[in-house]
């Protein structure tokens, strides 16, 4: 089987290039550079030599070898660097799920194809784990001017679910479940999953544990807007003052 597909989408990682921008610039369509992407579709001997000649990569590699990001750095023309001995960094990919996509994704989340359209974050993480992005878009987990507000961004790593029972209660979580995307606080009591939000006016839900498809743990997360972190000074500063008269009365 041809190696194609494979290093087209090595090289798009390499250059940052998305799937319409890579197809623009060999005059493709986006769907008929994901076929090649995906080994659905083979490409005419003209679309390699322009793609091999454009990037100077021998053709038999571009076809029978998987190129790594090391062998890309070293050819000559577009991909070249000044001194392909310097040290190289992979930053980890992560799909992004926004208002946009998120209907879409309940029904392709396993769809690897759709799962390379989605807007991605590039981040210095573990490449060798899977994480994925979810845009917040309510207020269920904000309370009192703190938490998570709308057009936020959590970055979940997924959890497998011979490990949800291991998970300490309370942490947060982007499940998907009963063709919805919730982002609460998980307790599980045997095999069903009690989700909170930090809103104090939204109802718990439970859900037994067999109808989850995929839980993320929240492991970072972007915020919209600068938190107030002269505010929390204060209420720490204001708690070690209570603590003091305390011990004051107690002397």
């Known amino acids: 089987m041809s190696k194609f597909g494979k290093n087209i989408r090595k090289i798009r990682s390499v250059k940052t290039l998305s799937q319409q921008a890579f197809a623009e610039l060999f005059g493709l369509k986006r769907g008929t550079l994901g076929a090649y992407e995906e080994g659905r579709s083979e490409p005419k001997i003209e679309t390699i030599i322009k793609i091999a000649n454009h990037f100077s990569i021998p053709i038999d590699d571009l076809l029978t070898k998987e190129l790594t990001v090391n062998k890309l750095l070293k050819f000559k023309g577009d991909l070249a660097i000044e001194d392909s001995s310097s040290p190289t960094e992979t930053f980890a990919r992560v799909p992004c799920i926004t208002p946009k996509t998120s209907g879409e994704y309940m029904h392709r989340y396993k769809d690897k194809s759709f799962l390379l359209q989605l807007p991605a974050l590039s981040l210095p993480i573990n490449p060798e784990k899977r994480f994925r992005g979810y845009t917040v878009e309510n ?103 209570k603590e003091f008269a305390k011990i004051r009365k107690g002397l």
């Open 139 to 241: 207020l269920e987990m904000g309370s009192n001017d703190k938490g998570l507000f709308p057009k936020d961004i959590v970055i979940g790593e997924v959890v497998p679910k011979n490990v949800y029972k291991k998970l300490n209660n309370g942490v947060l979580v982007l499940v998907l479940a009963n063709n919805a995307l919730i982002l609460r606080r998980l307790y599980i009591a045997k095999d069903i999953a009690t989700l909170r939000a930090d809103h104090k006016n939204v109802e718990e839900m439970s859900i037994p544990l067999s109808d989850i498809e995929e839980l993320w743990r929240i492991r970072y997360v972007f915020y919209h807007r600068l938190p107030d972190l002269k505010e929390g000074l204060e209420e720490k500063l204001q708690k070690l003052e």
